[in-house]
């Protein structure tokens, strides 16, 4: 692609997007251009009613009495399944609730409790090194808790780290229990073919957790159709439900009735509020959850969800590949020779719906950019990271970040504004 | 004590009440008793204003920024430090994260940690019967895991369950892990001595973990003069945080860098955004964190955190036991013979902030009750249930509602309403 193009020409485009009503169902500050709804999407509209309502109405009217009067107890099986159409998921195998941390845990611990049984022997773990962090620390985590008391033959639990696909598919075998990948990277952008994926897992007899933090409401999802067995995620990045909003979990109907969780809180249980003494899980989603979630954080999701609901799914990967496709474009042709280096995959089948370039100063440029109403964000090492949301980002912006971005790079302007925030501190 | 009062008597104690002023600070329901404020604490004055600057102000303008411009980072650890005021913590001693399920799960996890090093062959947790049922799920979840992987010596873990203080006493060993006891029990309101029953512990070579779902805020807590080793509990009851607000877990200092989870999200690491490949713990209270927590039903927390710091706390236990005994006076002076048992403890020292009946239908007494505006809640088998909040109820609170109990028994009403009821379902 060569846009060659002119801000007006984008403009002219703008102005026939099918997606570009979606703008005004935000709320978004004057002179910004947001690049980070990757991180936390933006406010859409109505959500500071639907908090007002909870906290006025539900929590300070109906009180306790809400738990049942307001639907507080449905909240994260019917938010779940409203979100679960989105990503391929049928009504009753998706729950909105904890962290993706947590989610993960459950989904790992799951997981292998199957392999205990369907594959003993199958005790490591596979994960990207590239994985966002916190995907690997938990992995970690329960491997180390495992490993603790497993002191007979030492076979113990392992996580075992790769960097390609290609190391992948060599690493699958009869000891892999298990990979555990996020279908976006968070750096980079970078896309994994899940069905292609998940087949080989399956092939080598290994089950596959896919973590969609970058991919929901972002990407198109189809859980279903790619035979994934465990899936967990965010709902305060491309879905828009509000800072920490909770997390999700999706586990297909086949494992559905062998979850097993250790973090077996009452909300799991068949029978909650039975006060029996040993634990029971629920024989539906409900098994998934673990304690009280958050009830005005979790019910303000809801309208996030329900805009993304509203939009074409279509559209909006195509609008979201073309704005990916122009900012990597427009970087070529107005920024040579200023540093960046493009980590974004080009090809459109491995690529998310965020661009990525490294520069050596990249922590200072995005100071510099945020200074002036550009806000993308820094990931270590090195790398500026813009998330470009078609809902409510035009072609235009695009332009005009760019622009800006070449701008702070000609000039040096980082540079100096780096130097002075330095003597600030000292 | 024998109260042969007055409701006129009642009024004019009312009227000198020194915590009578922070009835005002609370939002409540006209013609409504709230007698359920250890399930969920009703709105306090300020907290729709404060949920409405962080969804308007901080997300929708900061976006992004706000995890810094905002304080939304140190809202864990800084309201953590505040709630600890109230608990005879240290500043660095407490976190405001998760629910209290999972930071139990988290307390033994690190207790059983430390007992493999300390204590090996310490395979047993101690905890009641009677406990909230998810405290002892989620010590079957965590002991269940590990008994999945423990096939060498037979040394499982194992959940005792025991049902008095001598049999407790009793129970302790050269076995015993730790004790995991709720400060003040759900169900009956009956309180632990927690000093003596942690000294008895420690004198067996056990951990005391002690969760204070119904004593944060409602009875005085002092969790380093006790010498505990872990506390977790719950904001949404006494403390008045919202539905479903974060938890808390506190770790004496003295187990702080040998506290080790298996959630090791990545909030818990040393370095969160410095994306290393390895877990490493944060030296601080934020090891005990583990995901992105909510933070609209986060900070809305600190509304009512304020309210109960402001209040005297002796002055509050004062009001509770005063409140207590009241209730208890007038249900036997004016409800004799109508079914009712008082299953709390008649000793100050053994009572919490809450007192239950026993009553052959009591779900269905309650069900009449709550439609005359007096809300309390049912707990299995037949409990009657009536949380006692000093910051918000007066004596002629108790009053009323004993009177309107008395009519709803000696009427029959609760009968009628409940065919009532029966026949408009069928």
Request: proline share 5%; no cysteine; aromatic share 10%.
């Given at each position: 692609?060569?846009?060659?193009?002119?801000r007006e020409a984008l403009q002219a485009l703008d102005r026939q997007d099918p997606l570009a009503r979606f703008r005004d169902r935000f709320v978004l500050p004057e002179a910004v251009i947001y690049l980070d709804g990757n991180s936390l999407g933006p406010l859409p509209v109505g959500a500071a009613e639907r908090a007002a309502e909870v906290v006025n109405e539900q929590w300070g009217q109906g009180l306790i009495r809400s738990w049942n009067t307001a639907g507080w107890f449905e909240l994260p099986t019917r938010l779940g399944d409203k979100l679960g159409t989105l990503l391929?998921?049928?009504?009753?195998?998706?729950?909105?609730?904890?962290?993706?941390?947590?989610?993960?845990?459950?989904?790992?611990?799951?997981?292998?409790?199957?392999?205990?049984?369907?594959?003993?022997?199958?005790?490591?773990i596979i994960t990207e090194r590239d994985n966002f962090p916190t995907d690997i620390y938990i992995a970690q985590g329960l491997a180390d808790l495992l490993n603790s008391v497993t002191t007979e033959t030492g076979v113990d639990y392992e996580v075992r780290l790769i960097d390609t696909q290609d190391e992948l598919l060599a690493a699958l075998g009869p000891d892999t229990a298990l990979i555990s990948l996020s279908h976006v990277n968070y750096r980079t952008g970078r896309m994994w073919d899940m069905p292609a994926i998940t087949a080989a897992a399956h092939e080598a007899g290994a089950l596959a957790i896919w973590d969609l933090a970058h991919a929901a409401g972002a990407v198109p999802v189809d859980l279903n159709g790619a035979d994934a067995d465990y899936a967990v995620g965010c709902t305060y990045k491309y879905l828009n439900g509000?800072?920490?909003?909770?997390?999700?979990?999706?586990?297909?109907?086949?494992?559905?009735?062998?979850?097993?969780?250790?973090?077996?809180?009452?909300?799991?249980?068949?029978?909650?509020?039975?006060?029996?003494?040993?634990?029971a899980p629920a024989d539906d989603a409900r098994r998934f959850m673990c304690g009280t979630q958050p009830i005005t954080s979790l019910a303000m999701l809801e309208v996030g969800l329900d805009v993304s609901l509203e939009a074409d799914q279509h559209q909006l990967r195509a609008k979201s590949l073309e704005l990916t496709d122009l900012f990597i474009e427009l970087v070529r042709e107005r920024c040579p020779g200023l540093g960046l280096e493009l980590v974004t995959p080009q090809q459109h089948a491995e690529r998310g719906s965020h661009v990525s370039f490294r520069h050596p100063h990249g922590y200072a440029v995005m100071a510099a950019l945020i200074e002036r109403g550009v806000i993308g964000d820094y990931r270590e090492p090195e790398v500026l990271r813009f998330g470009v949301t078609p809902l409510y980002l035009s072609r235009t912006d695009?332009?005009?970040?760019?622009?800006?971005?070449?701008?702070?790079?000609?000039?040096?302007?980082?540079?100096?504004?780096?130097?002075?925030?330095?003597?600030?501190?000292?």
């Open positions: 692609m060569s846009t060659q193009t002119s391929g998921a049928n009504p009753g195998e998706t729950v909105v609730t904890d962290t993706t941390s947590l989610n993960l845990f459950k989904a790992l611990a799951s997981a292998l409790r199957i392999q205990q049984v369907d594959g003993p022997g199958r005790r490591v509000g800072p920490g909003a909770p997390a999700f979990i999706w586990v297909n109907a086949r494992h559905q009735r062998r979850f097993w969780q250790p973090l077996s809180g009452w909300w799991s249980h068949a029978q909650p509020f039975a006060m029996d003494e040993d634990y695009i332009w005009d970040a760019v622009e800006i971005l070449r701008e702070v790079l000609h000039t040096g302007a980082w540079q100096r504004e780096e130097f002075t925030r330095r003597n600030a501190v000292t």
